[in-house]
């Protein structure tokens, strides 16, 4: 795609005085021609390509096709949803009734529907995949080491009581020849937290959905978090925390390996 918007950008000047495309200039590269033209080895061949090969319609095409699809497949979800609101809607006019509440009392009018639509919002991840935000954003890389992206935000809600839990995740993974964009671990915790959970459970998913989607050496996962239903209700236990863990591949056989993370974790 970059190929074909460097062919539609304006052509301004370099601070160096040479003419370079907008898109080279931000991306740091200042060599050309003396007809402006961008002198990148590698854009250029792939510009070539796409020219000798008639590859810009079929690029455009199959650019049109991905969004196409994606939009599709949103738009069905929110049918769905849609579809299921009025009988998730009468169930809590159900639940907040035998509390002994009015449901015609102004503060309530609507309750009912902002219940249904919260909840539908907090279990998202039913509708989701790990294919589905990944979207392709897996690239070769010869790296070896450890990357560890920690402190990620998550939300859930406990299946047993249906309050939250909440906490930070950490995720390392020791690539094998590819990696992925960083922001897609985050999603990926976004996907197994947004549906009814127990933390032990979700964690694991996590770990298995990034290993299963990179096959990389190793995939570790540790999730820290305050769980509701022990501190609004039950034991009331304001100060706990619980920690669980998954290990996988390298760092579940190779000590050093594991104990490096869990120092960069922490």
């Known amino acids: 795609m970059k190929c074909f918007l460097l062919l539609k950008v ?20 200042f060599r050309s021609d003396m007809n402006g033209h961008c002198m990148d080895g590698k854009i250029l061949d792939a510009v ?13 095409l199959e650019t049109k096709r991905s969004a196409g699809h994606r939009k599709n497949e949103t738009s069905r979800r929110d049918a769905e949803d849609k579809s299921h609101l009025p009988a998730l809607e009468a169930a809590y006019t159900c639940i907040l009734r035998e509390l002994g509440e009015d449901t015609d009392r102004q503060g309530l009018l609507r309750t009912p529907l902002r219940a249904a639509k919260a ?7 039913y509708h989701e995949t790990v294919e589905d935000i990944l979207n392709g954003a897996i ?9 560890i992206v920690k402190d990620i935000d998550m939300f859930s809600l406990c299946e047993h009581h249906l309050v939250p839990f909440f906490g930070k995740v950490h995720i390392g993974y020791i690539p094998n020849k590819k990696v992925v964009g960083l922001s897609k671990l ?3 915790v976004e996907i197994y937290s947004r549906r009814l959970q127990v933390q032990e459970r979700l964690t694991k998913q996590i770990a298995m959905g990034i290993s299963e989607a990179l096959q990389p050496k190793g995939v570790a996962v540790i999730i820290e978090a305050a769980h ?19 290990m996988l591949g390298v760092y579940l056989e190779d000590p050093k390996t594991r104990e490096e993370f869990l120092t960069l974790a922490h």
């Not at 304006?10 to 590269?29: H, L, P, Q, T, Y």
């Not at 070539?48 to 455009?60: F, K, M, Q, V």
């Not at 034991?235 to 925390?241: E, P």
């Open 10 to 29: 304006k052509i301004v000047n370099s601070d160096e005085g040479a003419k370079v495309c907008g898109w080279c200039r931000a991306v740091g590269i």
């Open 48 to 60: 070539e390509e796409l020219r000798s090969g008639g590859g810009y319609g079929n690029l455009i």
């Open 119 to 125: 909840m539908q919002f907090l279990t998202k991840g």
């Open 139 to 147: 690239f070769d890389e010869d790296h070896n080491e450890m990357v």
């Open 186 to 188: 985050a999603r990926i």
């Open 228 to 246: 509701m239903c022990m501190v609004m209700r039950g034991v009331q236990k304001m100060s706990s925390r619980t920690v669980t863990s998954t």
